[in-house]
Structure formats: C-alpha cells, structure tokens
C-alpha cells in the first residue's frame, strides 16, 4: 500500500510497506516540507483522523521497531498535529479536502445566492402552459426540472431559448468539438478525458492543469472496491442481466454511503452538499471497477468451476492510467483505438438533460434523500429497459440482420428495399429519431468522424454510413415522425462491435458507467440547492 500527502508541487509525505495487526506498520516512511494547503490520498479504509493518529504514533516509535527502513518524521510532530487540525476544520466531518471539494466550496454559496434571487425575482412567473396531449405523452416538451449540466438544442427551438449554433447538446454550455477542442486529452489521443469533463459539470468551469491532475488522483484514490462487493460480483448468477448485476452491485457498496450515515447521525439541511459530495465522487470513482467486474466474471472467467475461458482472467486496474481508459484496460481491451473509443463513448453518453428515464429516476429517488448508491441503482433499473439503454443493441441487431441478408451488396438500393420492408411490417428503424432534437444528433455525428478516422475496410461500418444515406429520406417521405436524422445509438454498438465487444446485453452497461457523471453532478447540485427550494 501507499499513503502519499501532496502539496501543488509534489509529495510531502510518503508512506508506503504493509498493516501489521493493531495497526502497526512495516517499510518506509518519509516526510519533508510540511504545508498546509494538501490533499490526501490512500488505500485504505480509514479516515484523515485515524490516519493522521496513525503517523503521530507511528513518529514516536524507535527508528528500528518494525523494521523501517527511513524515518524522517521525529521532528514534525507537532507540524503533522497543526496539519491535522486545520484539515478536519475544513471538513467538518473529517473528509478529505480536495482541490474540486475546495472550489466547489466557494461556488456554492455564490450559486445558491443566484437561486435565491431567482426565486425572488421570477418565483411567480409562469414558464408557459401545458396541454393535455403533454400530460398523456410523458411530459415531452415540459419545463419542469432544474438541470444545469447539460442542455438540448432542438432545430426548431423553443421560442425564450436561442440555440447555440444548432449544437444539438450542449455540457455547461460547451459542444462536443468544444470538449474535444479544450479538454485534457491522453497522450497520443484526440478524444476529451472524462477527468476534465468532471471537473467542468461539478463546477461549470474548465479546469486548468493542476484541477485536472488533482481531480484524477482524487477518482483514483477513492476507486478501491471491497473485497466482500467483489465477491458478491463474483457469485452473482450467470444467467443474470448484467445490468441487474451492476444495479445489485451499487446496492451493495451502499453500506459504504456517508451520507447515510452522517443522516442518521444528524446533519443540518444546509451541509447536505458537502457529505453528498464524499458519495457522488466515491460512485463515480468506483463503477468502472464494478462494470470491468460483471464483465470479466460473466463473459470470460467461470469462478464456480475456477475454469479460465478465452484466456480471461481479472484484471487489476492500471494507476498510470486515466478513468476511461483504465475502464477499457480492466474490461480486457488494450489496444490505444479501443481505449479512445471508450473514452470518446464515456464523454459524450455523460449527461443529457434531466428528462429520460435514467436522469429522472435518480434526481426523483435522490429527492427523498436517498443516498447516491440507491439513486443511481433506480437509475440503472430505468436505462435497463429496452426503450432507453438497449437501443444500440436493437440497432446493432437490425444492422446484422441486414447485412445477413444483402451478404457483399450493401448498395444504396438493396438497403431502401430492406428499410421499406421494415416499415411495412409495422416495425421501427432502430436509431432513428429523438424525443428533443430535430436534426442529426451530435453524439452520432462524433462516433461517425471517429469512425472515419480511425476505421477503415470493417463492412458493418460501411453499411451503418450508407443507412445514413438512405433512412432519413424514405422517414421524411412518410410524414411521420419529427425527427427523421439518427440518434447516437444508430452507431454507439457498431463501434463496440468493431472492437470486439461481441457482448450485446452489456453494451447498455458502457453506458450506465458515463451517465454516472451527469447523475451524481445533479444530485450532488440539487442537494446544495436543496434547503433553497
């Protein structure tokens, strides 16, 4: 294990070896310039009291007990108890104070002041009418929610909204090119890191290079998942849906939520926000273990009969490398195009307004101050149903079917014959159509560059841009639907696919891992808003 304190320009104190029982501690120990404006970062499952406790004690010890090989501390003592205090001030309850926790705390009481004169200014003004064909479809085209995060930009805009150059979706104003214009990128790569685009919903700002290093070992420190979730993921049923595993899953960690437990012990409505904070960032820290998880133990390892298939084999996590990219690496996928697909798929499924079913679960569950980890596990059982998550499976499988049947003639012809088939069956073409937008969905046109860019020769790819061609005309002849453009599962799962994803039921797993971010950003907002509304 290691325990590293960092200060902007490196490690203060470093602390690295094993637990001995009674917490004693066996390796070395090292620490040099203490100041006090630091985060903290470990493995372990204690918090900044117990392990500031710890160093204190262990500083009061004989150079050679236990076997350590450096120790530098004798000195600091009373620093480390300076520090020590300081920090749990910050926190008050005992949490460590991160960069991203630290700015947060300073926007939210300018935001909250901005709500309150909202509700001042414009409390009684009414944001239009509503129809009874609104209340019988799903509330569609009603503004109802606070959500900040992220917001659609259909073609035919509604009339108090002026779009942003038709972006289709926009995250804390800014488009995809955008994201992919400004945001930290892996070495070597082109798509935006999920880090950055962390920082930028929490906090509506783009982060510099010091946030963003800061917010990467901060997910990094808090993504250890227990050995008893483990396995609890190992034993789960192989005939169970890999998405009831990762809902069950977060079920589980739930014993681990600190705002369930500061709520129980008492906690004014007004610091709601920063406990909340501790779940969301632990969440979102942690799924990607729990999704490589379901995948290695469903598809590539059977546990019961401790029998290895196609080689599989858990794989640890990589700490050199970034959020998506360590997902792709524990999923078993290491080639650098995968991982890029991975975290291009990751920023931009993140969020999409507060109005689907996934969204919406988790904002209406959190309101009754349910904890993230139930929530978000609501969430999920909404992006399981096959109207919402599943829709890039049934593309895919559309996809197939099409090109089993045309076998090398993906002509422009065969593919309109196929598609009016389909509709004369009474049947849908899946991908196509939007609830908001009315033009090409941003998030397809993005993974069809990516594709362009990276892809070259692969049949399936080919038919899905040709069905571009071909689809939106023959909708548009019909008169019948609003939207005849492609959303962004008309070419999500083919991009899996390509990269040797052959496992459908889990694509809508990819998925629930990058909408975590926009989820837990609104949960946490809400919770800060909260005794405001």
Avoid at 361 to 388: I, K, M, Q
């Amino acid at each position: 294990i290691a325990i590293n304190i960092y200060v902007f320009h490196g490690p203060i104190f470093k602390m690295t070896g094993k637990w001995l029982p009674n917490y004693q501690f066996t390796g070395q120990l090292i620490l040099k310039n203490p100041l006090f404006n630091f985060i903290i970062t470990c493995q372990l499952k204690f918090n900044i009291r117990q392990i500031l406790q710890l160093i204190i004690k262990i500083s009061k010890k004989n150079h050679a007990q236990q076997g350590l090989s450096k120790f530098v501390v004798s000195d600091h003592v009373d620093c480390l108890r300076v520090i020590g205090k300081i920090l749990l001030q910050r926190s008050i309850y005992g949490y460590a104070q991160s960069a991203l926790k630290t700015r947060l705390t300073e926007i939210v009481p300018q935001k909250q002041a901005e709500l309150k004169e909202v509700k001042q200014k414009f409390g009684n003004q009414s944001l239009g009418t509503i129809t009874v064909d609104q209340a019988l479809g799903g509330m569609r085209n009603m503004f109802a929610l606070v959500w900040d995060a992220s917001l659609l930009h259909p073609k035919d805009e509604h009339k108090s909204f002026k779009p942003l150059n038709f972006s289709g979706i926009t995250f804390r104003e800014y488009s995809i090119p955008d994201l992919c214009e400004l945001l930290p990128k892996a070495p070597g790569g082109d798509e935006p890191l999920c880090e950055g685009l962390i920082w930028l919903l929490m906090t509506g700002e783009l982060p510099n290079e010091t946030q963003f290093k800061a917010v990467s070992e901060e997910i990094k420190a808090r993504s250890h998942v227990p050995k008893e979730t483990e396995d609890f993921i190992a034993n789960l049923p192989k005939n169970m849906h890999p998405m009831t595993q990762l809902s069950m899953s977060l079920l589980h960690l739930q014993t681990q939520s600190k705002f369930a437990e500061a709520y129980r012990k008492g906690l004014h409505k007004s610091k709601y926000w920063d406990v909340i904070y501790e779940d969301c960032m632990d969440l979102i820290a942690k799924i990607p273990r729990l999704a490589a998880l379901i995948y290695r133990h469903l598809y590539k390892v059977d546990v019961l009969n401790k029998a290895k298939v196609l080689g599989g084999q858990i794989i640890k996590a990589d700490p050199n490398l970034d959020w998506a990219g360590n997902y792709a690496h524990m999923l078993g996928y290491q080639q650098h195009e995968m991982k890029e697909c991975i975290r291009g798929y990751l920023t931009i499924h993140s969020d999409h307004e507060g109005g689907n079913v996934s969204a919406h679960t988790t904002h209406l569950v959190g309101s009754a101050l349910a904890d993230p980890y139930l929530s978000y596990s609501a969430g999920l059982n909404g992006l399981a149903g096959p109207l919402h998550g599943l829709a890039n499976q049934e593309v895919l499988r559309w996809l197939l079917d099409l090109k089993e049947e045309l076998g090398n003639d993906i002509s422009e012809a065969k593919v309109r014959e196929f598609t009016h088939r389909t509709l004369a069956e009474g049947k849908v073409i899946p991908g196509y159509g939007h609830a908001v937008l009315r033009h090409t969905d941003p998030r397809y046109t993005h993974l069809r560059n990516f594709a362009t860019r990276y892809i070259k020769n692969d049949p399936l790819v080919d038919l899905c841009k040709t069905v571009y061609h071909v689809v939106p005309p023959i909708l548009m002849e019909l008169g019948k639907v609003k939207n005849p453009w492609p959303n962004v599962d008309a070419h999500s799962g083919v991009l899996l696919y390509h990269y040797g994803m052959k496992e459908f039921d889990y694509y809508t797993v990819v998925f629930a891992v990058s909408r975590a971010i926009g989820c837990m950003t609104n949960l946490f907002w809400s919770r800060a808003f909260g005794n405001l509304t």
